[in-house]
């Protein structure tokens, strides 16, 4: 079996997980750049998180990295 073959087997499941790994880490680099503040860290920290360690940095961010709103709704 070629190399080629088996790829495209995969193919299926890979294209939808790279859909979700980009869109998670735009999401979170667009929040990442639009927010002030944050619970964990600062934004150096998590823009490079977000960027390079796929689905869990994007995923950190926004389950403990991403700050509270304020009043006025900035963060």
């Given at each position: 079996?070629?190399?080629?073959?088996?790829?495209?087997?995969?193919?299926?499941?890979?294209?939808?997980?790279?859909?979700?790994?980009?869109?998670?880490?735009?999401?979170?680099?667009?929040?990442?750049?639009?927010?002030?503040?944050?619970?964990?860290?600062?934004?150096?920290?998590?823009?490079?998180?977000?960027?390079?360690?796929?689905?869990?940095?994007?995923?950190?961010?926004?389950?403990?990295?991403?700050?509270e709103a304020?009043?006025?709704?900035?963060?």
């Amino acid at each position: 079996m070629s190399d080629l073959s088996q790829l495209s087997q995969y193919l299926p499941l890979l294209i939808p997980l790279a859909l979700i790994e980009v869109g998670l880490m735009i999401a979170a680099l667009v929040h990442i750049f639009t927010h002030k503040r944050y619970r964990v860290g600062n934004r150096w920290l998590w823009f490079v998180l977000a960027l390079l360690v796929n689905i869990i940095g994007p995923v950190l961010y926004f389950a403990i990295g991403r700050g509270e709103a304020d009043d006025d709704g900035d963060q």
